[in-house]
């Protein structure tokens, strides 16, 4: 991220590391996270992401670095720190046999908000999660989409600055998954949070994030936004693009594509073209098949996204080609 955002970052971190015995589970960590913005911290399972969560939340002890968040030291100060996070774990737990209000009350109670003021702000927040109608229900009848809103609400009823989450969509169906990445989305927004996302689903993490950072065996070897990694990347790597023209034109349509010098047709199912070519020759390409007549039903470049990124760096990419 670019810009005076990134002068004073609500989460800096670095030259983060934590051991355990000989095994590094962080290596040297620099990150810095904006305020107000989405950042999705992805990698596979053991790669050293919830290690790094519980050490922004001072809840682990690293091997040595330095952490800010919200311009305090979770070391030093883990307290003053979990006043301003709200921290969503990837398995939440609640009184069963209470309420969803009630357990909404007892969170709030603990962080030393008065009761009145804890029913009031419980009650808005199941609003705001889409629970307001079972406020009432007992926690051991819900979902597991419920449960993850409820802990949702949960987390944000200190009212705080930061929102930590931990694979907050595990066990979730593809629906629940989006509906649950698109409140987190809404409430970051309205709320001016700071989100940190926590993730080795990628497709919901390239939804959501301004920013995210890939996580393979304790180091981050890439961060940025989805575009611009993938355009650093992919810089020099063809385009796929696909094109299809109305069957009468396919025979002069693929006329002119041989014509075109950087053109290279991979393949051809009558009058579905695939070609290769830069990121330019998609546009050069619809500009000369309308100046011909040509009359173009499809014409698709391929996007390359997180998974593209992702792949790379498990097929052997250079850990510093995307930094």
Request: hydrophobic content about 40%; some cysteine.
């Amino acid at each position: 991220m670019e810009g005076d955002k990134m002068d004073n970052p609500i989460i800096r971190v670095r030259q983060l590391t934590k051991k355990y015995g000989d095994f590094t589970a962080v290596d040297h960590l620099d990150l810095d996270i904006a305020t107000g913005e989405i950042f999705g911290l992805l990698g596979p399972n053991g790669a050293g992401k919830s290690t790094t969560i519980l050490m922004l939340l001072g809840l682990s002890e690293p091997t040595s670095g330095e952490i800010e968040v919200c311009g305090t030291d979770p070391i030093r100060s883990p307290i003053a720190v979990k006043r301003l996070v709200g921290y969503l774990p990837d398995n939440i737990g609640f009184y069963e046999s209470w309420t969803a209000l009630e357990n909404l009350v007892l969170t709030a109670q603990l962080n030393g908000i008065s009761y009145t003021e804890a029913q009031r702000r419980s009650l808005s927040l199941l609003e705001k999660v889409g629970l307001r109608d079972v406020a009432e229900k007992k926690v051991g009848k819900f979902s597991r989409g419920m449960r993850q809103r409820l802990g949702l609400a949960d987390s944000l009823i200190k009212n705080p600055k930061v929102l930590i989450l931990d694979e907050p969509t595990l066990g979730l169906d593809p629906m629940g998954v989006k509906d649950f990445t698109s409140l987190i989305l809404r409430l970051s927004r309205e709320e001016k949070l700071t989100v940190l996302l926590s993730s080795h689903q990628l497709y919901q993490v390239q939804q959501i994030c301004d920013r995210v950072g890939l996580f393979i065996q304790g180091k981050l070897v890439a961060d940025g936004s989805i575009h611009d990694l993938a355009s650093r990347l992919f810089q020099d790597k063809p385009r796929h693009i696909q094109l299809k023209v109305h069957q009468m034109d396919t025979q002069r349509a693929r006329g002119i594509l041989e014509e075109m010098q950087d053109v290279k047709i991979i393949g051809q199912q009558d009058n579905l073209f695939h070609i290769d070519g830069d990121e330019i020759i998609v546009h050069h390409l619809a500009k000369k098949l309308v100046e011909h007549d040509i009359h173009i039903t499809q014409l698709q470049q391929r996007i390359y996204g997180i998974e593209d990124i992702y792949a790379h760096y498990f097929e052997g990419g250079s850990t510093n080609d995307a930094k």
